[in-house]
């Protein structure tokens, strides 16, 4: 994202000069009315380049702010303001001994925001990399109500509940991973030095070879002969997808794609709508109007897809449409909870309502991810025993009737 440099007057007039990175001039200006701060010019300056070289080299190796880090700090703040620390007092301990780099380089900011006069949920806005935006709008919401110690806990709580999914998550995929990649570097392994050997043999004999034999060598010869070609076109295909998701197009594509992988994209999906249940809620019961909670925890899903969902719900809402009404039209939501839903509208208690919802998805996760490693158990199978075959085709076949031509 490009930097600006801006002016602005806080509430006592005074005037602010600082830089700051953004996606645009109109969102730091939103950035800065955040923080209660007056807008009087901001110019973009040339992204990094614009950086001092060794302020251009932290940023290049600065480690990436994680879900550990982040529940640590909302821990550590927790405990701080509830203990009555002062503000900067405790940020300024938090950079002492920080163990995340980038964290404590944008603390470090965050403090010379507070000493110039701007609130703390402006001061974390202006790191997006760092903090989310679900974190950010949270701590406007405890500064305006005089409960910052109760916000930080329930963030750490939620992200706590996210690693944890995350983490769910990953322990399912991690064995279908390790059989795939075994199986592809199974088939090179073969393709290049086992029927290399078996050629010279059927070579030698003169016989006329199976077609799947012929075809065996086919793949291997040609493995053999254009594999640094092979190589560039995988590694080069990496990496170019790979850009292409960090694009705003390409993250959308991918975000909506993986919803509809077999076997994983039902599970994904789940698990972004329990990030979006608990997100919503946090706000929701914190006193934030409906369509502001639905707009910065739409954000904060982070998919891409289903965030211009929940902006959909979002503008139903802001049309007159109900809530109920609204989600329907998605199509993400079950049967089941579009009724909890419109029960939660009609008692007003929407907030309860969604807590049952993101316990009813994190109970389809749970049994999705335990069955997840029998379900792709079979599909294993039938890829091993399919290769199997083919070479048993391939290789022993034409051996046995050589040993026939040999009698």
């Avoid at 609130?119 to 949270?138: D, N, Q, T």
């Avoid at 850009?243 to 794609?257: F, I, N, P, S």
């Avoid at 998919?303 to 993400?332: P, W, Y």
Wanted: aromatic share 10%; with cysteine.
């Amino acid at each position: 994202m490009p930097y600006y440099r801006y002016k602005a007057r806080d509430q006592a007039g005074s005037l602010n000069e600082g830089q700051l990175e953004a996606s645009s001039a109109d969102a730091l200006a939103s950035q800065l009315q955040a923080s209660q701060m007056v807008p009087v010019s901001i110019v973009e300056i040339a992204g990094k380049s614009a950086l001092p070289l060794s302020q251009r080299f932290r940023l290049n190796r600065r480690q990436k702010v994680g879900l550990d880090d982040l529940i640590l700090f909302c821990r550590q703040m927790y405990t701080l303001t509830k203990a009555g620390v002062p503000m900067v007092r405790a940020l300024s301990g938090l950079v002492e001994t920080a163990r995340n780099e980038s964290l404590g380089t944008a603390l470090a900011k965050v403090i010379d925001d507070l000493e110039a006069g701007m609130e703390l949920s402006g001061a974390f806005a202006a790191h997006p990399k760092v903090f989310p935006p679900l974190l950010c709008r949270m701590v406007q919401v405890g500064e305006g109500t005089g409960k910052l110690d109760d916000v930080f806990l329930q963030l750490s709580n939620y992200f706590e509940r996210e690693k944890e999914t995350i983490n769910r998550v990953k322990s399912a995929l991690r064995y279908p991973t390790f059989v795939i990649i075994a199986i592809l570097f199974a088939i090179l392994f073969i393709s290049l030095f086992v029927i290399p050997a078996f050629a010279k043999v059927f070579a030698s004999a003169g016989a006329e070879l199976p077609i799947a034999t012929r075809m065996i060598l086919g793949v291997s010869n040609f493995m053999l002969t254009y594999w640094p070609l092979v190589f560039g076109v995988l590694l080069s295909s990496f990496f170019g997808l790979r850009q292409a998701v960090k694009t705003e197009r390409g993250g959308y594509l991918w975000d909506r794609y993986k919803l509809k992988i077999p076997l994983v994209g039902d599970i994904v999906l789940r698990s972004t709508l329990v990030r979006f249940s608990r997100g919503f809620i946090m706000g929701y019961s914190a006193g934030v109007p409906l369509t502001q909670a639905l707009g910065f925890t739409a954000r904060a899903v982070d998919n891409a897809f289903v965030g211009e969902k929940i902006e959909e719900i979002r503008n139903g809402v802001e049309r007159g449409d109900t809530l109920t009404r609204s989600a329907t039209q998605t199509g993400m939501f079950t049967p089941l909870v579009l009724q909890m839903l419109a029960v939660g509208e009609e008692t007003g208690a929407v907030d309860k309502m969604l807590e049952d919802v993101a316990a009813f998805y994190e109970r389809e996760v749970d049994y999705d991810l335990k069955s997840l490693s029998s379900s792709i158990e079979p599909i294993m199978i039938v890829i091993i025993g399919g290769m199997v075959l083919v070479l048993a085709l391939g290789v022993f076949l034409p051996m046995w009737n050589l040993g026939n031509i040999t009698r």
